[in-house]
């Protein structure tokens, strides 16, 4: 019976140390100035899905759903900041 709790337990250090080599370093946020057209859009109506904006286009429906939950994607303090910043990156890119 011990044999088998020490393999076991050889078994789940081993998994444990195997797993923690996986774990990845969280992702640092890009700067706007550096994200593509495509980035920016996909960054500022993440921001919107997340306060429930109604999404009317088909490509941001497909990407994010319908939404439609309150608050309807009122944005406040940080959120409002990034998204103003985002928009502004975007018309200076000329992206649509």
Same mark, same amino acid.
């Given at each position: %019976?011990? /044999? =088998?709790?020490?393999?076991?337990?050889?078994?789940?250090?081993?998994?444990?140390?195997?797993?923690?080599?996986?774990?990845?370093? @969280?992702?640092?946020? /890009?700067?706007?100035?550096? %994200?593509?057209?495509? /980035?920016?859009?996909?960054?500022? *109506?993440?921001?919107?899905?997340? *306060?429930?904006?109604? =999404?009317?286009?088909?490509?941001?429906?497909?990407?994010?759903?319908?939404?439609? =939950? @309150?608050?309807?994607?009122?944005?406040?303090?940080?959120?409002?900041?990034?998204?103003?910043?985002? /928009? %502004?990156?975007?018309?200076? *890119?000329?992206?649509?």
């Amino acid at each position: %019976m011990k /044999q =088998f709790w020490f393999s076991c337990a050889r078994v789940s250090f081993a998994a444990v140390v195997a797993g923690t080599a996986l774990v990845a370093a @969280p992702a640092k946020a /890009q700067h706007p100035s550096e %994200m593509s057209c495509g /980035q920016l859009w996909y960054e500022r *109506n993440k921001i919107y899905a997340r *306060n429930g904006y109604c =999404f009317k286009t088909s490509r941001a429906r497909a990407e994010f759903g319908p939404g439609c =939950f @309150p608050p309807y994607g009122d944005l406040r303090g940080w959120e409002r900041r990034r998204v103003n910043e985002i /928009q %502004m990156w975007e018309s200076r *890119n000329g992206c649509n």
